[in-house]
C-alpha cells in the first residue's frame, strides 16, 4: 500500500480520523490512513446528513471506495468491525447504479478471483478484520434486460411524477416553452382531478389519462395550437405502450429496511429516463 507524507500531518495526536464530524451516534471504517507516522483509522461519520465526491482517475478505487461504505452501512443491523451504530440508527441504503458495477455487491470476497481480491484478502488478515456479508436486492426497470439473473423488474407509478419529471422525460422545458407549458397544463388538470401526491385521498393515474384531458379539456384546446398539442399527445403516446408506467406499482418505502441494500440497476436503460427513474424512487 502507497504511503505519504503530508504537510501539515493529518490528525496529530490522534488515535483515530473521523470525517464529517465525531460519529458520536454512528460511523463506518473507511479503512487507515496512507501517511508517514503511526497507523489510524479512518472513519466517516453518520450522524447527519453529508454530500460526497469522491474522485480519481480510472481504477484509482471510486468504486470500491463506494464499496466500502454500504459495507459498511448494511453490517449495521449486526455486530460488526466496520461500523459503530446505536440502536436505531441504523440506515437503509439505495444504490442508483448507472454502469451495474455493483451487481456483484453480494460476492463474498472468499469468492473473488483477480489479484485486487487477494490483495484485500491479505488486508483483512493483517488488520484482523471479518467480511461482513452484504444480502442485497437487485432491481431493473421494466422492459430493460437485467444485468443479473437475481434481478426484479420495478415500474413508476406516474402519480410519483412531478411537472418537472414529466418534462424531463419529454426534453421540453416547462416553464418557457409551449409544449412545456402544455405539459405542465395538463399536469395541473390531472392533480386537480387526482389529488396531489401529498394528499391521502391521492388516486391512481395513466399516462392515457393526461392523454385523454390534451383531448377534451376546452381549455387547453382554446390555449394551444393544433401543432402543439398534437406533439405532446405524440410523445405521450409512445409513453403509454411502455410497461414501465404502472399506475398498480406498490409503495417503496416498504423496501427501505435499516441494514438492507437496495441496487437500482440502471446501466441498461436510455439516458433520458434514468434521471426520471432516481427522481421517482425519491418521492
Not at 490522534?14 to 479512518?42: C, D, F, M
Not at 396531489?196 to 399516462?207: C, D, E, F, G, I
Not at 404502472?246 to 418505502?253: A, E, G, V
Given at each position: 500500500?502507497?504511503?505519504?507524507?503530508?504537510?501539515?500531518?493529518?490528525?496529530?495526536?490522534?488515535?483515530?480520523?473521523?470525517?464529517?464530524?465525531?460519529?458520536?451516534?454512528?460511523?463506518?471504517?473507511?479503512?487507515?490512513?496512507?501517511?508517514?507516522?503511526?497507523?489510524?483509522?479512518?472513519?466517516?461519520?453518520?450522524?447527519?446528513?453529508?454530500?460526497?465526491?469522491?474522485?480519481?482517475?480510472?481504477?484509482?478505487?471510486?468504486?470500491?471506495?463506494?464499496?466500502?461504505?454500504?459495507?459498511?452501512?448494511?453490517?449495521?443491523?449486526?455486530?460488526?468491525?466496520?461500523?459503530?451504530?446505536?440502536?436505531?440508527?441504523?440506515?437503509?441504503?439505495?444504490?442508483?447504479?448507472?454502469?451495474?458495477?455493483?451487481?456483484?455487491?453480494?460476492?463474498?470476497?472468499?469468492?473473488?478471483?483477480?489479484?485486487?481480491?487477494?490483495?484485500?484478502?491479505?488486508?483483512?488478515?493483517?488488520?484482523?478484520?471479518?467480511?461482513?456479508?452484504?444480502?442485497?436486492?437487485?432491481?431493473?426497470?421494466?422492459?430493460?434486460?437485467?444485468?443479473?439473473?437475481?434481478?426484479?423488474?420495478?415500474?413508476?407509478?406516474?402519480?410519483?411524477?412531478?411537472?418537472?419529471?414529466?418534462?424531463?422525460?419529454?426534453?421540453?422545458?416547462?416553464?418557457?416553452?409551449?409544449?412545456?407549458q402544455l405539459l405542465n397544463d395538463v399536469y395541473a388538470q390531472v392533480q386537480r382531478r387526482h389529488?396531489?401526491?401529498?394528499?391521502?385521498?391521492?388516486?391512481?393515474?395513466?399516462?392515457d389519462d393526461l392523454i385523454s384531458i390534451l383531448r377534451s379539456d376546452s381549455a387547453i384546446q382554446?390555449?394551444?395550437?393544433?401543432?402543439?398539442?398534437?406533439?405532446?399527445?405524440?410523445?405521450?403516446?409512445?409513453?403509454?405502450?411502455?410497461?414501465?408506467?404502472?399506475?398498480?406499482?406498490?409503495?417503496?418505502?416498504?423496501?427501505?429496511?435499516?441494514?438492507?441494500?437496495?441496487?437500482?440497476?440502471?446501466?441498461?436503460?436510455?439516458?433520458?429516463?434514468?434521471?426520471?427513474l432516481v427522481f421517482s424512487r425519491n418521492t
Open positions: 500500500m502507497p504511503v505519504y507524507k503530508v504537510q501539515p500531518p493529518i490528525g496529530r495526536g490522534a488515535k483515530s480520523i473521523t470525517l464529517g464530524g465525531n460519529g458520536a451516534k454512528s460511523k463506518t471504517l473507511l479503512g487507515r490512513l496512507s501517511e508517514l507516522g503511526p497507523q489510524r483509522e479512518v472513519w466517516l461519520d453518520l450522524d447527519g446528513e453529508h454530500v460526497i465526491a469522491i474522485v480519481g482517475k480510472r481504477g484509482s478505487g471510486k468504486t470500491h471506495t463506494l464499496g466500502v461504505v454500504v459495507e459498511g452501512l448494511s453490517s449495521a443491523s449486526r455486530e460488526s468491525q466496520l461500523s459503530r451504530m446505536d440502536f436505531g440508527w441504523r440506515h437503509a441504503v439505495v444504490i442508483f447504479d448507472t454502469l451495474n458495477l455493483f451487481q456483484w455487491v453480494d460476492l463474498p470476497l472468499s469468492e473473488a478471483k483477480g489479484p485486487q481480491a487477494e490483495r484485500q484478502r491479505k488486508l483483512l488478515a493483517q488488520w484482523r478484520l471479518q467480511p461482513a456479508p452484504i444480502e442485497p436486492t437487485f432491481w431493473h426497470p421494466v422492459g430493460s434486460e437485467p444485468a443479473t439473473s437475481k434481478s426484479s423488474p420495478f415500474s413508476i407509478n406516474p402519480v410519483d411524477m412531478d411537472a418537472q419529471d414529466w418534462g424531463r422525460l419529454l426534453d421540453v422545458d416547462i416553464a418557457a416553452e409551449p409544449m412545456g389529488g396531489t401526491r401529498a394528499s391521502s385521498a391521492t388516486q391512481p393515474y395513466t399516462v382554446a390555449d394551444y395550437s393544433p401543432e402543439t398539442i398534437r406533439g405532446i399527445r405524440q410523445r405521450l403516446s409512445a409513453l403509454s405502450r411502455s410497461p414501465l408506467f404502472d399506475s398498480k406499482q406498490p409503495d417503496w418505502k416498504a423496501a427501505l429496511k435499516p441494514g438492507h441494500v437496495a441496487v437500482f440497476l440502471l446501466g441498461r436503460v436510455p439516458e433520458d429516463l434514468r434521471s426520471v
